[in-house]
């Protein structure tokens, strides 16, 4: 499938690392992009299997799940236009034990591995771009496992939201307080909890696997500290990375 025209909601560079690329590597690499469509639990790629493709998602948000042997998953980190998904084909692993799933409807532009081996092989500004993201993505990685050992789940789900909320493009989230608890590992019950709280405080509105947030200052004021170590390691990591088209703030930045 050869690239087709961009629209402005499907530009490439409405990637963070795409945006980043000068002038030069961007022209040398979008040739070798063809767009996807990202639909709600699509796995872009299985534990175990080879990744023929790297993921630069345009919109929406993928997450990256470890398989348990009883069917049980938990979620290890997210991505959306801020990255890239499929970092074990530059990092020379070809397949990872995880898998990466759709979770909220959106756009990328994929990109095979040869090309992609043979514009890292040339040199450039995209291998570094890649490897600072790697490092964000394993800091996210990190805090959510203290999270997950050391917070309550208040404010997991709190997290959580507010990864979603960088990620969603509009202050809605389509998701079910039955899949948060899955992707966070916990009991229902806990999550049901928790939006409850946020719900009768006005901070959120949930109706039909919808979530609406309403006072994000506020969720951020109740959540720990392991969201803004990550925003802040994302803005650390990648400093210059701002899309070249309209849209609202990448992940990351406020």
């Not at 499938?1 to 961009?6: D, E, G, L, V, W």
């Not at 402005?8 to 070798?32: I, M, W």
């Not at 997991?156 to 202050?171: H, K």
């Amino acid at each position: 499938m050869a690239p087709t025209r961009p629209t402005q909601q499907t530009d490439p560079r409405r990637n963070r690392l795409l945006a980043a690329l000068p002038e030069d590597d961007y022209e040398e690499v979008l040739p070798a992009l063809e767009p996807v469509a990202l639909e709600p639990g699509t796995a872009l790629y299985e534990s175990g299997d080879a990744q023929p493709y790297l993921y630069f998602p345009v919109s929406g948000m993928v997450s990256l799940l470890y398989l348990l042997e009883d069917g049980g998953s938990t979620e290890l980190a997210v991505t959306g236009r801020e990255g890239v998904v499929g970092v074990s084909l530059f990092m020379g692993g070809d397949t990872t034990p995880s898998r990466a799933v759709v979770q909220i409807r959106g756009h990328a532009w994929r990109m095979r591995s040869a090309p992609m081996k043979r514009s890292l092989a040339r040199g450039g500004a995209l291998q570094p771009l890649l490897l600072r993201f790697t490092q964000a993505l394993i800091t996210q990685m990190t805090q959510a496992a203290v999270c997950n050992r050391h917070h309550s789940v208040d404010q997991q789900v709190c997290r959580w939201l507010l990864f979603a909320l960088d990620r969603a493009g509009s202050s809605e989230i389509p998701m079910t307080q039955e899949r948060i608890a899955n992707l966070l590992g916990v009991r229902r019950e806990g999550v049901t909890e928790a939006a409850g709280k946020l719900q009768t405080a006005g901070l959120i509105e949930y109706s039909r696997g919808r979530i609406r947030v309403l006072e994000r200052a506020q969720l951020e004021s109740l959540v720990c500290e392991c969201y803004a170590v990550v925003k802040g390691e994302y803005d650390r990591l990648l400093p210059a990375l701002r899309p070249a088209t309209g849209g609202p703030p990448p992940a990351g930045r406020s």
